[in-house]
Nanobody, 125 residues
Framework: QVQLVESGGGLVQAGGSLRLSCAAS????????MGWFRQAPGEEREFVAAISLSGGSTDYADPVKGRFTISRDNAKNTVYLQMYSLKPEDTAVYYCAAAKFPVRNSWLAREYDYWGQGTQVTVSS
């Protein structure tokens, strides 16, 4: 089992920055590919970013490319999502996710086995 706890969300003006953190506990963190997803009110949960076990490979959804950066610190059992140039359309609950095994399609929510409770990000215009 892996337990995930997100933090770092909040209210920010458009153009601002936030860094989300996801602290993992349970089975060895470094074995889990990790991802960030988000869900806006009335919308489906959507992929944001993913990172491989070692952190050497990352993937991003088109709307966030060039603005968001995913990283991980396996020594601290933590994955991060640094968000720059935030836009009102980035407003959503952001979820951290972990997979038991290497994933083939990192953008698919069904590839992930563990989820955090989410942290709210609100970007005002």
């Amino acid at each position: 089992q892996v337990q995930l706890v997100e933090s770092g969300g909040g209210l920010v003006q458009a153009g601002g920055s936030l860094r989300l953190s996801c602290a993992a506990s349970g089975r060895t963190f470094s074995r889990n590919p990790m991802g960030w997803f988000r869900q806006a009110p009335g919308e489906e949960r959507e992929f944001v970013a993913a990172i491989s076990l070692s952190g050497g490979s990352t993937d991003y959804a088109d709307p966030v490319k060039g603005r968001f950066t995913i990283s991980r610190d396996n020594a601290k059992n933590t994955v991060y999502l640094q968000m720059y140039s935030l836009k009102p359309e980035d407003t959503a609950v952001y979820y951290c996710a972990a997979a038991k095994f290497p994933v083939r399609n990192s953008w698919l929510a069904r590839e992930y086995d563990y989820w955090g409770q989410g942290t709210q990000v609100t970007v005002s215009s």
